[in-house]
């Protein structure tokens, strides 16, 4: 694969070139207007911190309620040293690491701007671990989300000064023997970088937009899986008719609605007579239910995409203006109540989805119990659907919001904190589970579109069938449905289809 060149610079980063830059082999690099920016807010840094004994949080003082402490111009670097190692608490599950290489981007981008005081070098530093996968080990917990993501950055940052551990050509290994292999010596940090590396929200932030993206993807496979779901079924198409949705006009009822009549064109099966005249809310209210989701995620996304592109460091320098500005930049509760609601959102799509496959397993509308043609003797598809109701009531506990809680921190100088990094966390759990609830869903309704052959669903949708049935099968007889459901996710992962650029570009 041939490497590309991301140029970091005031451009705009977009959740489409995150996308290429997570997935693709890419390097990353400054332009020359962003290493202009850096040196210049450097420079005015240093001159500040030569010429006046005043005061500058952070600076020239201590951290927290530790404000009031006034640090030495010779201990202005080692007390940038000791904020990163005294701040790396952080305890249980590691960050995966493709979320880790994502913060370390998210950092790069916030600190090229100009306003962070970081010198060049620690800058270049980190896309030198971004461009060799040189990945820290990051923990999970530690982060209130409110004076920066403050202990997962610590972790990120200690590789640079030669502590820590990291992963490396397929190893977990101690920063230092990375550094010696690739010939670099540890960073030496200056007045303010350690406050620049460790405030900001790129833990949040990474976990957030690694979430989205891949939201992005399963809204849309749920309304595929949802479509095939519906014929299965020998559900009604009436409920999609844009006419019945432009009079209540939410953008992602009327989307999914129009999706769900092209995908279903051509369907033999959504075409014939039917014996019902109503279908289950589940399928009934696939647009209102699937574009609550969708507007709720565009909400998420636009915040995110505001986010990425932002300075969230404390104090923040305006060399043109000579200002330094400490304020509240770093505090995550825009992240906080987003994540919970795209948890929320996520959630729902897992709902409603795993009440289709409730549907199916009943032996109404010509399908046989459970979806297998000798029921008694075989199981069939009884107890996926268990698996799929535990999953659901996970997340339904994962869904209580983290951003209505603060704990007070820091002797009360920290006195109102997001907690957005556990919103992060959790709802990053309920995506994952959400593509869990889907493959069972696929896996459900693949097995009763079986049982309508020789009619057929649309063209697209037959397509879609065909590849998966390259992965699994029809099943026949009783076997062990986990490496089935195992082989569903993996194909929901791989399937090519056309990504939605609505959501993707459009934020």
């Not at 060799?132 to 972790?155: C, E, T």
């Not at 940090?189 to 976990?207: D, R, V």
């Not at 209580?400 to 009360?412: F, K, L």
């Not at 579109?449 to 063209?459: C, E, H, I």
Request: charged letters at 20%; proline letters at 4%; a negative charge.
């Amino acid at each position: 694969m041939s490497v590309q060149i991301h140029t970091i610079s005031s451009e705009k980063l977009t959740f489409r070139k995150v996308f290429d830059i997570i997935t693709g082999n890419y390097k990353l690099k400054l332009s020359d207007e962003s290493i202009d920016k850096i040196n210049i807010c450097r420079d005015y840094l240093d001159n500040k911190t030569k010429d006046h004994d005043t005061p500058i949080y952070g600076i020239n003082t201590g951290f927290g309620a530790l404000y009031n402490k006034k640090i030495s111009k010779e201990d202005l670097g080692k007390l940038q040293e000791n904020l990163v190692k005294s701040h790396a608490c952080g305890i249980g599950d590691e960050v995966p690491q493709e979320i880790v290489k994502l913060m370390i981007l998210l950092k790069v981008q916030s600190l090229s701007y100009g306003h962070s005081g970081v010198q060049l070098s620690t800058v270049k530093r980190l896309i030198d671990f971004f461009n060799n996968d040189i990945i820290p080990v990051v923990y999970q917990l530690g982060s209130l989300g409110a004076s920066g993501d403050l202990s997962p950055l610590a972790h990120m940052s200690l590789p640079l000064l030669g502590l820590g551990d990291v992963y490396f050509q397929g190893e977990k290994i101690k920063s230092d023997k990375a550094l010696n292999h690739l010939g670099f010596e540890p960073l030496t940090l200056k007045s303010k970088e350690g406050l620049a590396l460790l405030n900001g929200t790129q833990f949040m932030s990474a976990y957030g937009v690694y979430s989205l993206i891949k939201l992005f993807r399963l809204s849309e496979l749920a309304d595929i899986i949802g479509a095939i779901s519906l014929d299965a079924f020998d559900g009604r198409i009436e409920p999609f008719f844009d006419e019945i949705h432009q009079i209540r006009p939410h953008r992602g009822q009327i989307q999914t609605a129009d999706r769900f009549r092209n995908l279903l064109e051509g369907s033999s099966l959504i075409t014939q007579h039917k014996e019902h005249v109503q279908d289950p809310y589940s399928f009934r209210c696939i647009p209102q239910v699937h574009g609550a989701s969708k507007d709720s995620i565009n909400y998420v996304s636009s915040v995110f995409s505001a986010e990425i592109n932002a300075v969230t460091d404390n104090p923040t320098i305006f060399p043109d203006k000579d200002l330094i500005i400490s304020g509240g930049n770093f505090h995550g509760q825009p992240l906080a109540l987003a994540l919970d609601n795209m948890a929320i959102a996520a959630a729902e799509w897992g709902n409603i989805s795993e009440r289709r496959t409730y549907q199916l397993l009943h032996g109404k509308r010509g399908l046989p119990p459970f979806l297998v043609a000798n029921p008694g003797l075989n199981s069939g598809f009884m107890i996926p659907q268990y698996t799929a109701a535990s999953i659901v009531n996970q997340n339904k506990l994962l869904c209580t919001p983290a951003s209505v809680d603060s704990i007070e921190s820091s002797q009360g100088q920290e006195d109102h904190v997001s907690m957005g990094a556990n919103a992060a966390t959790k709802g990053y759990k309920v995506v994952e589970n959400l593509e869990r609830i889907l493959a069972i869903e696929l896996f459900n309704a693949a097995q009763a579109m079986d049982f309508r052959k020789p009619k057929t669903t649309s063209p697209i949708l037959e397509d879609f069938l065909k590849q998966y049935r390259e992965k699994v099968s029809f099943i026949m007889e009783d076997k062990i449905m986990h490496y089935e459901i195992d082989k569903t996710i993996y194909f929901l992962r791989e399937v090519k289809y056309e990504l939605p650029d609505a959501l993707m570009d459009g934020i």
